[in-house]
């Protein structure tokens, strides 16, 4: 598509359940991120996959948190017995290759757990 | 580890004024620094790219200064309007990683 897309761009669970959050980068951009927005905590990065590499998870705040990318396109966030905690906005970025690339970014999933 | 850091928090401008708004980084050892703009409920949007060798960048109204050496960077809009309004966000790029800012809130009033 013409830019990175995320699904559901809504979701709103009860804590204790897993939730799937979704990315679709930028056709042929090999770098993708994960961040999230937190009212008062701002912009946090979380993962990074570039390629076939080993993904960089050192922002995950726990293991509660996984994310996969398959076939080097779409990702997947897996956030496990959501806490109230995990309510933010979780936005996904891509660009061409990585290092000092411009990122873009998505249109963001607002969570919500009751 | 870096911080990055904008002032100010928010701003109010008539239509028309001329703005700066000011990023700064503690760390000079970065790839980039990228402005970005946020409207409510919304994604980011990208607005200037400076790479780290480089002094400036401008599209349009918008000019973005780096001076890596002082860890500052200025985004300079021009002649501002209402459509302006928005949170206006700085990030800079270490390693794997992205450092936001807290943002500029900007409302450019009719």
């Known amino acids: 598509g013409a830019g990175v897309s995320q699904s559901p761009s809504n979701k709103v669970t009860e804590k204790g359940k897993d939730v799937e959050l979704r990315c679709d980068p930028i056709?042929?951009?090999?770098?993708l991120y994960w961040y999230r927005q937190s009212l008062g905590q701002g912009l946090e990065f979380l993962i990074y996959?570039?390629?076939?590499?080993?993904?960089?998870k050192s922002g995950l705040p726990s293991d509660r948190f996984s994310a996969e990318r398959t076939g080097g396109s779409v990702s997947t966030l897996t956030i496990q017995r959501t806490q109230q905690e995990d309510s933010a906005v979780y936005l996904c970025?891509?660009?061409?290759?990585?290092?000092?690339?411009?990122?873009?970014f998505g249109p963001g999933t607002r969570l919500t757990v009751l | 580890k870096q911080e990055v850091t904008q002032i100010p928090a928010a701003l109010s401008v008539p239509e028309g004024e001329n703005l700066v708004l000011n990023c700064s980084f503690t760390?000079?050892?970065?790839?980039?620094l990228q402005w970005f703009r946020q409207d409510p409920g919304k994604g980011l949007t990208s607005l200037l790219l400076?790479?780290?060798?480089?002094r400036e960048q401008t599209s349009g109204r918008l000019n973005a200064s780096l001076d890596k050496s002082s860890g500052r960077s200025t985004l300079y809009i021009a002649a501002s309007q209402p459509g302006d309004s928005a949170t206006y966000l700085c990030?800079?790029?270490?390693?794997?990683?992205?450092?936001f800012g807290a943002g500029t809130r900007l409302t450019v009033k009719p």
């Open positions: 970025a891509s660009s061409f290759l990585a290092g000092a690339r411009e990122q873009f």
């Open positions: 056709s042929g951009h090999t770098a």
């Open positions: 996959f570039q390629g076939n590499s080993a993904p960089d």
């Open positions: 760390d000079s050892a970065i790839y980039n």
């Open positions: 400076i790479q780290s060798s480089q």
């Open positions: 990030a800079v790029k270490v390693g794997n990683d992205m450092r």
